[in-house]
C-alpha cells in the first residue's frame, strides 16, 4: 500500500514539472530581479539647481537594486551642482528613490581677475548667467576667503546688512562697507564687534544723517566727514 501512494506522489510530481515550462521560470525570475530596481527619482526642496540637472546626474542610479544604493551613490554626482550643499535620501518601495535636497545661499557678486562670479553661503564661486543684481558687491583680493565668517558677525550683531550695497575688504584684515545711501563705514581690524555696535547707535542718530564717512578704525575715536 505505502508502495501505492509513492508511486501516486511521484506521478504527481511529474504532471506538474512538465507542466510548468522553463520560460515561466525565467519570467517568473526576470520579475523578481526587476521588481526593486530604481524607476522613478522624486526631487524635493530644491529651488536654484533644476530638477532636469538633479536627474541627470543621477542617471547612473537607474535599474539600481534600491537595497544595494548607498548614499554616496546619491551624494557624489550631485557634488559639481552650484548651490548643492546636502542631501537627504529616502527609498519609497518598489522602485522610487526620494532626493530631498538642502542648497546653498547666493550672498554676494564679487569681481576676481575682473571676472564676475557670485558668492555663495558656503564661499563657492560660481559663474552663472543668471541676474543677482539685487546682491551687493565685494571688491578685494583674496575677499571671498573672508567674506562669509564677516557676514556672519554683522548678523550676530543684528546689523542691517540689507541695507549694504558693497563690501571692500583689504588684506590688513579689516572691512569697508558702504551702504545704499552711499555712507562708508571703515571698521577697524581689532573689536570688531565692538565697532559695529557702536556704527548702529550712530546710524540711527540724527547728527550723523549728514556724514558721509564714518571712521573707527582708531580705538576710542570716531572721525567723520
Same mark, same amino acid.
Given at each position: ?9 511521484l506521478l504527481l510530481?511529474?504532471v506538474?514539472l512538465s507542466?510548468?515550462?522553463q520560460?515561466q ?18 526631487v524635493l ?6 530638477e ?7 542617471e547612473?542610479?537607474? +535599474?539600481?537594486n534600491? =537595497?544595494? /544604493?548607498k #548614499?554616496k !551613490?546619491i551624494e557624489d554626482p550631485?557634488k *559639481? $551642482?552650484?548651490f548643492?550643499?546636502n542631501v537627504?535620501?529616502?527609498?519609497k518601495?518598489p522602485?522610487t ?6 542648497e546653498t545661499e547666493?550672498i554676494a557678486?564679487?569681481?576676481k581677475n575682473?571676472v564676475?562670479?557670485?558668492?555663495d ?5 560660481i559663474?552663472?548667467d ?5 546682491l551687493?558687491i565685494?571688491f578685494g ?6 567674506f562669509?565668517?564677516?557676514l556672519?558677525?554683522l548678523?550676530?550683531?543684528n546689523?542691517p546688512?540689507?541695507?549694504i550695497k +558693497?563690501?571692500?575688504? =583689504?588684506? /590688513?584684515? #579689516?572691512w !569697508?562697507i558702504?551702504?545704499?545711501?552711499? *555712507? $562708508?563705514i571703515?571698521?577697524p581690524y581689532?573689536?570688531?564687534n565692538?565697532a559695529?555696535?557702536?556704527?548702529i547707535k550712530?546710524?540711527?542718530r ?5 556724514y558721509?564717512?564714518?571712521d573707527?578704525r582708531?580705538?576710542?575715536?570716531i572721525?567723520?566727514?
Amino acid at each position: 500500500m505505502k508502495k501505492f501512494y509513492r508511486t501516486i506522489i511521484l506521478l504527481l510530481v511529474l504532471v506538474l514539472l512538465s507542466t510548468y515550462s522553463q520560460n515561466q521560470f525565467n519570467l517568473n525570475l526576470e520579475k523578481k530581479n526587476t521588481l526593486f530596481k530604481v524607476k522613478t527619482i522624486k526631487v524635493l526642496n530644491n529651488f536654484l539647481i533644476s530638477e532636469n540637472e538633479i536627474k541627470k546626474n543621477l542617471e547612473n542610479i537607474y +535599474n539600481m537594486n534600491i =537595497f544595494l /544604493i548607498k #548614499r554616496k !551613490d546619491i551624494e557624489d554626482p550631485l557634488k *559639481k $551642482i552650484n548651490f548643492f550643499d546636502n542631501v537627504e535620501v529616502k527609498r519609497k518601495y518598489p522602485h522610487t528613490i526620494i532626493v530631498k535636497i538642502t542648497e546653498t545661499e547666493p550672498i554676494a557678486n564679487l569681481f576676481k581677475n575682473k571676472v564676475k562670479y557670485l558668492l555663495d553661503s558656503s564661499s563657492n564661486l560660481i559663474t552663472l548667467d543668471k541676474n543677482f543684481d539685487n546682491l551687493p558687491i565685494i571688491f578685494g583680493e583674496e575677499s571671498e576667503n573672508y567674506f562669509v565668517d564677516f557676514l556672519n558677525i554683522l548678523k550676530k550683531n543684528n546689523f542691517p546688512v540689507k541695507k549694504i550695497k +558693497n563690501y571692500y575688504y =583689504f588684506q /590688513i584684515g #579689516r572691512w !569697508d562697507i558702504q551702504l545704499a545711501n552711499n *555712507k $562708508i563705514i571703515k571698521l577697524p581690524y581689532n573689536n570688531i564687534n565692538e565697532a559695529i555696535k557702536k556704527t548702529i547707535k550712530l546710524l540711527e542718530r540724527e547728527d550723523f544723517e549728514n556724514y558721509k564717512i564714518i571712521d573707527l578704525r582708531v580705538d576710542g575715536k570716531i572721525i567723520v566727514e
